[in-house]
């Protein structure tokens, strides 16, 4: 039943790699290869670590190839909330980290030469009718507090979906995620990085010489350990659902759309995805706590979509899958509980940017630079390692 668009093709094969099948010794083990853990692997390699990543399954075959692939920062708990939990100074780091990683992944579009179809996009945030706008206002305030540009309309581009007023949130990003860890992958192992898939990793101990034991009997020791497994424990997990309609080449414009319910909608345009190169539109939302698949709200949100979007043809993929969520909007990023350990979990519906974030921040710590972003995220990764294999 369920079939996600970002599919399997040859210029995706680098995604599946050989098992690790003897020991070994590097510098750096990253166990999970998502967007957390590559980023991770790479910046390391970067700085001429030698970096093994081991992952079950293939690279980007956890929640990074179920994501909808909004890059964006503004933050899905609003800055206005952020502001209470973590104040002014919280706010700033958030907005500016966030901001900085959209723009660190295009720049190595770049530098990598990957071809992902990146796109700088405006994003939407809109209430459910009937609600009025004092919430706009008061996001508005707290995003510009943050530091970033935002503007009040009286509606989004959407021809035929009135959704009253919104914000206006210019720059940020979209993509396709599988081909983007396909880039970096490629360029991590340009940089002498060794990626193992199927790759179970059973044990995962830090200290002073950290090692890794696979499912097969394979150790591997180093110097440091990165678990960037993306484990909901500790945190709240919720379901959320997608689905991708074909629509008329150029009948929405590509940019990102959500709403403000808890159950939350997001909307995307990817220009010629479909087979037949019409657009996709790519709808998600429905968000259920709880890690429990409920199928039926793939129909709930294929008829919110209809309702709003009269254009969108048959539904040629859906698919759902888990965000782990940190209580404070925040991320676990950060050294683990034992020495030598380091842990990224819990990105929420940021966790493309928190994990770019975790692949810099990462790097800092384990070359012993001092990192601004610390005191804001490394506290959220203390106490988390190998309860997280
Ligand atoms: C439907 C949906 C839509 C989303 N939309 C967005 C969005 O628009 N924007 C956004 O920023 N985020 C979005 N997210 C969230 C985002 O996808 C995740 O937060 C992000 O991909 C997490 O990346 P990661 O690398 O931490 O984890 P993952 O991609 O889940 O990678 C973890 C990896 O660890 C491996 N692993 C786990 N345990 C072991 C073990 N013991 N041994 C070996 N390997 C192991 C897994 O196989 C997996 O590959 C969405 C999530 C979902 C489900």
């Known amino acids: ?127 459910p009718p009937g609600q009025g706008s004092a919430n706009l206002e008061v996001e508005r305030e707290a995003a510009l507090r943050a530091g970033i540009e935002v503007e009040f309309c009286q509606s989004s581009p959407l021809l035929n979906f009135e959704t009253g007023p919104c914000l206006r949130f210019p720059n940020q990003g979209q993509f396709h995620p599988l081909r983007y860890l396909a880039g970096l992958t490629r360029a991590f192992l340009r940089l002498g990085g060794k990626v193992h898939t199927q790759s179970h990793v059973k044990r995962a101990s830090g200290g002073a010489i950290p090692f890794v034991e696979t499912e097969r009997g394979c150790r591997v020791d180093c110097s440091h350990l990165v678990l960037a497994t993306n484990s909901p424990r500790r945190g709240v997990t919720y379901s959320s659902y997608v689905i991708a309609l074909r629509i008329p080449p150029g009948s929405v414009r590509p940019a990102l759309y959500w709403d403000s319910l808890p159950n939350y909608h997001y909307v995307r345009v990817a220009p010629g995805g479909a087979t037949d190169g019409s657009d996709l539109l790519i709808v998600g939302g429905e968000d259920r706590r709880g890690g429990q698949a409920h199928p039926q709200l793939f129909s709930t949100l294929e008829k919110w979509t209809r309702k709003r979007f009269a254009m969108a043809g048959r539904v040629d993929y859906l698919w759902s899958g888990q965000v782990a969520r940190c209580s404070d909007g925040s991320a676990w990023i950060g050294p683990g509980e034992e020495e030598n350990s380091f842990v990224v979990s819990g990105g929420s519906g940021h966790g493309l940017t928190h994990g770019t974030i975790a692949g810099q921040l990462i790097t800092d710590l384990v070359c012993g630079r001092p990192q601004p972003l610390g005191a804001l995220l490394c506290a959220q990764g203390s106490g988390y390692s190998s309860s997280l294999i």
Request: proline share 2%; net charge negative.
């Open 1 to 127: 039943m369920f079939s996600c668009w970002y599919g399997d093709s040859d210029e995706l094969s680098v995604l599946h790699q050989l098992p690790l099948v003897r020991d070994a010794r590097c510098d750096v083990v990253v166990v999970g290869a998502g967007m957390a853990g590559l980023s991770v692997a790479y910046f390391l390699a970067r700085e001429g670590r030698s970096v093994m990543v081991l992952d079950d399954g293939p690279v980007g075959g956890g929640m990074t190839g179920l994501s909808s692939a909004h890059l964006s920062y503004a933050l899905e708990d609003g800055y206005a909330r952020l502001e209470v939990l973590h104040g002014l100074e919280g706010i700033r780091t958030a907005a500016a980290s966030h901001r900085a990683a959209v723009a660190m992944i295009e720049q190595l579009t770049v530098r990598e030469s990957i071809d992902c179809q990146f796109l700088r996009v405006d994003g939407f945030l809109f209430n």
